[in-house]
């Protein structure tokens, strides 16, 4: 999936692509919207274009890179979960770690954080510090419905993000 195939908020999908292309993307990213919107996907596509051999602003879905994201098994691209309803500390001890080793295949080392206004507060000012100091090599995605329920230290120091519902004539013209 590229950009071109995700349906709706065309105006964050521009401004990504424009970040990438210029290669002014932020190491730190909160995407904030409804559930069932395509944050994921387009979190998803923005970790291809970032490690894309062929391109610079979006995914090919053809090189090497693309398809082994697409096939969840890229060692550089790295999804956390809350484990039951929580992203403990543990979790953000891990991605701190990780974070501070070079790429092995890619250009970036990238983190997508599902469900980030479940971070405990332990887990939250443990992440502060690879925020504030992040390594060349690292990106680090957060997605959220609710971005109300993210500690301000957080959320101010990443590039908010803010998707909308997609429009039903959007949906009838894609379907």
Do not use: W
Not at 49 to 70: G, M, P, Q, W, Y
Not at 102 to 119: L, T
């Amino acid at each position: 999936m590229a950009f071109k195939d995700i349906i709706g908020n065309d105006g964050v999908k521009r401004i990504l692509q424009r970040a990438l292309k210029h290669k002014k993307l932020p190491n730190s990213i909160l995407f904030a919207g409804p559930e069932g919107i395509g944050k994921t996907e387009v979190a998803l596509v923005v970790t291809k274009a970032l490690n894309c051999l062929k391109k610079s602003s979006d995914a090919c879905e053809e090189c090497s890179h693309c398809r082994a994201i697409n096939n969840k098994n890229f060692p550089d691209v790295m999804v956390l979960f809350p484990a039951k309803e929580v992203l403990k500390i543990e979790q953000m001890r891990f991605l701190k770690e990780m974070a501070h080793l070079k790429p092995m295949a890619g250009q970036k080392r990238v983190f997508i954080v599902q469900d980030a206004e479940k971070m405990n507060e332990e887990a939250s000012n443990s992440l502060l510090k690879v925020l504030e100091e992040p390594p060349p090599f690292f990106q680090i995605i957060l997605i959220t419905p609710n971005p109300y329920r993210i500690i301000p230290t957080i959320k101010s120091r990443c590039q908010v993000f803010k998707f909308s519902p997609i429009p039903k004539e959007e949906i009838r013209k894609a379907l």
